[in-house]
């Protein structure tokens, strides 16, 4: 992984050096992010387009078992007639699960990679780092900062993001140069944005304690705007409390994380879920659902029944092509 994470601290690096602002730099590595999942996001909205042209059919099985929700039997074949449409049609329900299982691995590593720019963004050694942390905590009193943060040996505790804001210092960078010779001509990322260190852990006694409520706001707006713009199946529609749940707990758990984490982390979500919605804007409208009329849903009916054809292709009206070959059955 360590290679993973310099290679993300490489990017950060080079982003910083030529925007000249390491929260730039963030922001369009998320950017960046976005457009290398965007194949995924393609297949997932292509494969809830294509959910969405077999409602008529889903329909016509669901009404053929109305009225007999209770009977555990008739729901088990139900289900399984769904599942025949399904393959029938070459559906698979699980393809859109892919760009959401990605998102967790990929935050991990941003995660470290953001935490730890010391190690993977300057590439300072172990033995470097030692050095630094052990002139910084017998010299504490010189940086303004608290017995407490230094242990037993003498040597500091606090986090990289933490040496970095203190290297930041022009003053107390050439101190700490001037005895740790291996950082000399090094340039540290700088975390700060009006003063304020970014690459500190938001509280309630700081300017920071925007992030998590601001993060909180962006996903949960976000989530109900993704919603608003994607194909909601039969199941979700009917279940109205668990999809409020959702919307609820999601961005609570990340505000809960956000005042755990550094605030870049915060700031990398919030961007994030913007990017995500406008993405999803513009899938929507390459991608269009397709819209029926009650002829459509008798139409599926009376093919169940056998009394008519299968035949009827239900489109979106508007033929489309994708610039990404991701599909076997693209033209």
Known sequence: ?????????????WFDSFLGSYLLAIIL??????????????????????????????????????????????????QNEMQDMYRANNYNQFAGCLPMLIQF?????????????????????????TNI???????????????????????????ELQIASILNNSEWFNTIAAEVTEIAGTTVPNFSLWG??????????????LVPILSFAVQFGSMKLTRMMSYQPMEM?????????????MPLMTTVIAFRVPALLGIYWIFQGIIGVVQQFILKKIFPMPTFTEEDYKEAERA????????RNYDTGKKYRSLHNIDADDE
């Open 1 to 13: 992984m360590n290679y993973i994470y310099q290679a993300i601290g490489t990017v950060l690096s």
């Open 29 to 78: 590595f998320a950017i960046v992010i976005k457009l290398l999942m965007l194949p995924l996001s393609i297949k997932q909205q292509k494969n809830m387009q294509k959910q969405a042209t077999l409602r008529p059919k889903e329909m016509a099985i669901r009404k053929k078992y109305k009225g007999q929700e209770n009977d555990r039997d008739a729901m088990l074949r139900m």
């Open 105 to 129: 691995p990929v935050i991990i590593i941003i995660y470290n990679a953001i935490t730890q720019p010391l190690s993977y963004i300057c590439r300072f050694s172990a033995e470097v780092l």
């Open 133 to 159: 942390k052990t002139f910084i905590g017998a010299n504490y009193e010189l940086f303004n900062l608290a017995a407490s943060t230094v242990d037993d040996k003498g040597i500091y505790t606090g986090s």
């Open 196 to 209: 304020i260190n970014l690459g500190e852990i938001p509280s309630f006694t700081s300017w920071l304690i």
């Open 237 to 249: 529609q009917n279940q109205g409390c668990a999809n409020w749940m959702m919307d609820i707990m």
């Open 304 to 311: 169940m029944r056998g009394k008519g054809t299968a035949s």
